[in-house]
């Protein structure tokens, strides 16, 4: 009985002491399991493989490694690249374990070892304790790696921001956008239109155009893919196919702000920038921007600026602040793109800038920067052009922004939601696409532990939501959108909408309305008068007025415009028209509404007008009719110096006899201080 008891305790000590020891896979420690340690081997193998492909393939590498692991759980190589693994594959809790393991049973694992420990911690927030161990890594370093000396500072100074920054968490809820959008494969790029009605993203699924892989990590080609939003929901994504898509790599990057033209980029030369325009229910073949905008560097993602008149992209051409840089170009009157200048050096940093996104404001921009003031890798920031000069690039903060590269930002044209992609550990895959909800700081969050919002998030998350008293400010600009449509039978029209500064005569920039739903959609930033013009060939054209203050917050306004055929009796008002006060003379704001009346007369040459004045009630009879006929009078003189025969042409003034709406309060007293016109001949 003692010998077995003896037996047993030696038996015991062995293992244990297997257990403690660094076990390598090799015949000499499993001699009696040389099938299992072959198929160990071979899962070690291709474990490696895949690890080597890339980020993208870190769960399949991980996969393979933990199979391994079963057999021998005591290899301290094998331990430390599982703990690599999940500094990507998540959870990073799981790495530091792993870590700490392989570091047990070999002090001496790997040169590398502080190094990916303290990252570890760094990406699960425990920010001093990474700290400690980048700066035992820096002080060990050998002189043949002294180069890594500066990313092992910034990456201290990164721990340091993110103290600050998780201490002051903004008002946020923060939700993934969902399964009709995201998979288990990388979807990422994700940018709405103005109105959030439609979003266009990227992803490396097998339904990818031709289903090839890229030799390179294996992984599926990049696609676009979009969905639309009804109820609220987003229905289920579909995959925009040819012509947008082709065998090789097709990423969204891009949207203008009326939602009918797609920024693309392809791995055409060293990396292009495409467009395609929606006519109807398709887009057009793809088109690659000419130089300066593409060069033989790589051009990686573009937006364009409220107005289309301006282009900002990212390259890694030469002469940047470093590696890659935000630049932009204008378009010229005759259409053509100016000169690429950098932003300067108050936007781009030492290190990369990707991902630029700007603002329907026509000020603000969001872009992902591996510099200014981050708390690891890339961080989302927004900047201000004001006064001339952009703004300190501000980082959006906790939760927004994490250890883990956040990039890919996209708001809405109210500012109250955004969307951009991010690893987190509550993913349905490599990358996910995720919601922005910001939250007023007047506002404290009820939470129910039956909203699937909260379920699916963290409880950092929660903590953010309460405790912060920041948010972000509301935009400064108005929504314009409707649809165009013919007056009688109301099928919609694709139109040409101008967009005009009154104050200084001429036009911002010209857009179309979709030629099979009639929809259009329209960026005002407030601080403006501006003139609205859609014009269709074969009808008159429909004017409008938005006076809009500059600190008028965001709103909607929503004007179905239906176009009137140029016939005999139909007519218009002018609403960019203006005079002085109690004056017959003509404002400099009435500039190119007149020119457009101009255009009119001349394309259809055989067209006689009635030009009318009308007033409000304020005053005697006579004299409004007088002020009107004077009005309508000066309107026929400028078309009569512009080229227009007299004979075309009839001034009438009706005083306040034909009202459209009620002298009984400024709004409909303005609507009735008018111009028209109505045709009269053809």
Same mark, same amino acid.
């Given at each position: 009985?003692i010998?077995?008891n003896?037996?047993a305790?030696l038996?015991?000590?062995?293992?244990?002491?297997?257990?403690?020891?660094d076990v390598e896979f090799?015949?000499?420690?499993?001699p009696d399991?040389?099938v299992?340690?072959?198929?160990?081997?071979?899962?070690?193998?291709d474990g490696?493989?895949?690890?080597?492909l890339?980020?993208?393939?870190?769960?399949?590498?991980?996969?393979?490694?933990?199979?391994?692991?079963?057999?021998?759980p005591?290899s301290s190589?094998?331990?430390?690249?599982?703990?690599?693994c999940y500094?990507?594959?998540?959870p990073v809790?799981?790495?530091?374990?792993?870590f700490?393991?392989a570091?047990?049973l070999?002090?001496?694992?790997?040169d590398?070892?502080?190094?990916?420990?303290?990252?570890?911690?760094?990406l699960?927030?425990q920010f001093?304790t990474a =700290?400690?161990?980048?700066?035992?890594y820096k002080?060990?370093?050998?002189?043949?790696?002294a180069s890594? =000396?500066?990313?092992?500072?910034r990456s201290?100074?990164?721990c340091?921001n993110?103290?600050?920054?998780?201490?002051?968490p903004?008002?946020v809820?923060?939700?993934n956008i969902?399964?009709?959008?995201n998979?288990e494969?990388?979807?990422?790029?994700?940018v709405?239109?103005? &109105?959030e009605s *439609?979003?266009?993203?990227?992803?490396?699924r097998p339904t990818?155009?031709?289903?090839?892989?890229?030799?390179?990590? *294996?992984?599926?080609?990049?696609?676009?893919?979009?969905s639309?939003?009804?109820n &609220?929901?987003w229905?289920?994504?579909k995959n925009?196919a040819?012509?947008?898509?082709t065998v090789?790599?097709?990423?969204?990057?891009? =949207?203008a702000?009326?939602?009918?033209?797609?920024?693309?980029?392809?791995?055409?030369n060293s990396g @292009?920038?495409y467009?395609?325009k929606?006519?109807?229910?398709?887009w057009?073949?793809p088109n690659?921007?000419?130089?300066?905008?593409?060069?033989?560097?790589q051009e990686?993602?573009?937006?364009f600026s409220y107005d289309?008149?301006?282009?900002?992209?990212v390259s890694?051409r030469?002469?940047g602040?470093?590696?890659k840089?935000?630049y #932009?170009?204008?378009?010229?009157?005759?259409g053509?793109?100016g000169k690429?200048i950098?932003?300067?050096n108050t936007i781009?940093s030492?290190y990369d800038?990707i991902?630029?996104f700007?603002?329907?404001?026509?000020?603000?921009?969001y872009?992902?920067?591996?510099?200014?003031?981050?708390?690891?890798?890339?961080?989302?920031f927004?900047s201000?052009?004001?006064?001339?000069?952009?703004s300190?690039?501000?980082?959006l903060?906790y939760?927004?922004n994490s250890?883990?590269? @956040?990039?890919f930002?996209?708001i809405?044209?109210?500012?109250r939601?955004?969307?951009f992609?991010s690893n987190?550990?509550?993913?349905m895959?490599?990358?996910d696409?995720y919601?922005?909800?910001?939250?007023?700081?007047?506002?404290?969050p009820? #939470?129910?532990?039956e909203?699937p919002?909260?379920?699916?998030?963290?409880?950092g998350f929660?903590?953010?939501?309460?405790?912060?008293k920041?948010?972000?400010q509301?935009?400064q600009?108005t929504?314009l959108?409707g649809?165009?449509?013919?007056? =009688?039978?109301?099928?919609?029209?694709?139109?040409?909408i101008?967009?005009?500064?009154n104050d200084?005569?001429?036009?911002?920039?010209?857009f179309?309305?979709n030629?099979a739903?009639?929809k259009?959609l329209?960026?005002?930033?407030s601080?403006?008068n501006?003139?609205?013009s859609i014009?269709?060939?074969g009808?008159?054209?429909y004017s409008?007025?938005?006076?809009?203050?500059?600190?008028?917050a965001?709103k909607e306004?929503?004007?179905?415009?239906?176009l009137?055929r140029i016939?005999?009796g139909?007519?218009?008002?002018l609403?960019?028209?203006f005079?002085?006060?109690?004056?017959?003379?003509l404002?400099?704001?009435?500039k190119?509404?007149?020119k457009r009346?101009v255009?009119?007369?001349i394309?259809?040459?055989?067209l006689?007008?009635?030009?009318?004045?009308?007033t409000?009630?304020?005053g005697?009879?006579?004299?409004?009719?007088?002020?009107?006929?004077r009005r309508?009078?000066?309107?026929v003189? #400028?078309?009569?110096?512009?080229?227009i025969?007299?004979?075309?042409?009839?001034?009438?003034g009706?005083?306040?006899?034909k009202?459209?709406a009620?002298?009984?309060s400024e709004?409909g007293?303005?609507?009735n201080r008018r111009?028209?016109?109505?045709?009269?001949?053809?």
């Amino acid at each position: 009985m003692i010998k077995n008891n003896l037996l047993a305790i030696l038996l015991l000590i062995s293992t244990l002491a297997f257990a403690q020891r660094d076990v390598e896979f090799i015949k000499a420690n499993f001699p009696d399991n040389k099938v299992e340690l072959k198929d160990a081997l071979k899962n070690i193998e291709d474990g490696d493989y895949y690890y080597n492909l890339g980020s993208s393939n870190i769960e399949i590498a991980l996969d393979y490694y933990l199979r391994a692991n079963k057999f021998n759980p005591n290899s301290s190589e094998l331990n430390y690249k599982i703990g690599l693994c999940y500094l990507e594959a998540k959870p990073v809790k799981e790495g530091i374990k792993y870590f700490k393991k392989a570091k047990k049973l070999n002090p001496k694992v790997n040169d590398d070892y502080y190094w990916y420990f303290a990252k570890a911690y760094h990406l699960d927030l425990q920010f001093d304790t990474a =700290i400690k161990y980048y700066k035992y890594y820096k002080d060990n370093l050998p002189p043949s790696k002294a180069s890594e =000396i500066d990313n092992i500072e910034r990456s201290i100074e990164e721990c340091k921001n993110g103290k600050e920054l998780i201490k002051k968490p903004v008002r946020v809820f923060i939700e993934n956008i969902g399964s009709t959008i995201n998979g288990e494969y990388p979807d990422y790029g994700a940018v709405v239109n103005m &109105d959030e009605s *439609m979003i266009f993203y990227t992803s490396r699924r097998p339904t990818t155009t031709g289903g090839n892989r890229n030799p390179l990590d *294996m992984m599926y080609f990049e696609d676009a893919y979009w969905s639309i939003k009804r109820n &609220d929901l987003w229905l289920p994504a579909k995959n925009m196919a040819k012509p947008i898509n082709t065998v090789g790599h097709d990423a969204v990057v891009g =949207i203008a702000p009326d939602g009918q033209t797609l920024l693309i980029y392809r791995d055409n030369n060293s990396g @292009d920038i495409y467009w395609s325009k929606q006519k109807g229910d398709k887009w057009t073949k793809p088109n690659a921007f000419p130089e300066p905008i593409n060069s033989k560097y790589q051009e990686s993602s573009a937006a364009f600026s409220y107005d289309g008149k301006r282009i900002f992209f990212v390259s890694n051409r030469p002469g940047g602040y470093g590696g890659k840089d935000i630049y #932009y170009c204008d378009r010229m009157k005759n259409g053509k793109w100016g000169k690429a200048i950098n932003l300067g050096n108050t936007i781009n940093s030492s290190y990369d800038e990707i991902a630029v996104f700007v603002q329907a404001d026509g000020k603000t921009i969001y872009f992902s920067s591996e510099g200014h003031y981050g708390m690891g890798s890339f961080d989302i920031f927004k900047s201000v052009y004001e006064n001339g000069k952009w703004s300190k690039p501000e980082n959006l903060g906790y939760p927004i922004n994490s250890p883990d590269p @956040d990039v890919f930002f996209s708001i809405g044209a109210s500012g109250r939601n955004a969307y951009f992609s991010s690893n987190r550990e509550e993913g349905m895959g490599d990358q996910d696409i995720y919601k922005i909800i910001f939250l007023g700081p007047e506002k404290n969050p009820v #939470y129910s532990t039956e909203d699937p919002l909260i379920a699916s998030n963290t409880m950092g998350f929660k903590e953010a939501d309460i405790e912060n008293k920041i948010s972000m400010q509301s935009s400064q600009l108005t929504l314009l959108k409707g649809i165009v449509i013919d007056e =009688i039978t109301e099928a919609p029209i694709e139109a040409k909408i101008e967009l005009i500064d009154n104050d200084e005569g001429e036009v911002l920039a010209t857009f179309n309305s979709n030629s099979a739903s009639g929809k259009y959609l329209i960026s005002l930033p407030s601080g403006h008068n501006y003139g609205l013009s859609i014009s269709a060939d074969g009808y008159l054209f429909y004017s409008a007025n938005f006076i809009i203050p500059k600190a008028e917050a965001y709103k909607e306004v929503v004007k179905d415009v239906k176009l009137q055929r140029i016939e005999i009796g139909k007519g218009i008002a002018l609403k960019n028209i203006f005079f002085e006060y109690k004056k017959a003379n003509l404002n400099k704001e009435s500039k190119v509404e007149l020119k457009r009346l101009v255009n009119l007369m001349i394309k259809y040459p055989t067209l006689r007008l009635e030009i009318s004045g009308h007033t409000d009630n304020v005053g005697d009879e006579e004299y409004n009719q007088k002020l009107s006929l004077r009005r309508a009078n000066a309107v026929v003189e #400028y078309l009569v110096r512009n080229g227009i025969q007299s004979d075309r042409l009839v001034a009438k003034g009706y005083g306040f006899s034909k009202p459209i709406a009620s002298n009984d309060s400024e709004l409909g007293r303005q609507q009735n201080r008018r111009s028209e016109i109505k045709v009269i001949g053809k």
